[in-house]
């Protein structure tokens, strides 16, 4: 049975930083692509990051740029994602998401076929 189980959520205030894990078992996603995703209460899903599953391609949500890095270890099946310089509108839940159907819709929550079952990020103003 596959599991993703996303951890390292939390409380932060604006300009810190958090470290989100999402470890996967029941397969190894290796070859495949991983990504987090947010939603945000009354809002739809929206992709954040993706990484490709040797480490490239890498892709940001604009919103994120410069301030996330997507990173994966595949030895571990995890992906990490590092969030830098938070603002309280990243406050959402992120939810890990594996084995995408299509690689040019890396942005599409439709596309994912395995999702944790997500971490609350909370930055306070």
């Known amino acids: 049975q596959v599991q993703l189980v996303d951890s390292g959520g939390g409380l932060v205030q604006a300009g810190g930083s958090l470290r989100l894990s999402c470890a996967a078992s029941?397969?190894?996603?290796?070859?495949?692509?991983m990504a987090w995703f947010r939603q945000a209460p009354g809002k739809e899903r929206e992709f954040v990051a993706s990484?490709?599953?040797?480490?490239?391609?890498?892709y940001y949500a604009d919103s994120v740029k410069g301030r996330v890095i997507i990173s994966r270890d595949n030895a571990k099946n995890t992906v990490y994602l590092q969030m830098n310089s938070l603002k309280p509108e990243d406050t959402a839940v992120y939810y890990c998401?594996?084995?995408?159907?299509?690689?040019?819709?890396?942005?599409?929550?439709?596309?994912?076929?395995?999702w944790g079952q997500g971490t609350q990020v909370t930055v306070s103003s």
């Open positions: 029941g397969r190894t996603f290796s070859d495949n692509t």
């Open positions: 998401a594996a084995e995408l159907r299509l690689s040019v819709a890396y942005d599409r929550p439709d596309m994912y076929v395995y």
């Open positions: 990484i490709g599953g040797s480490g490239t391609p890498i």
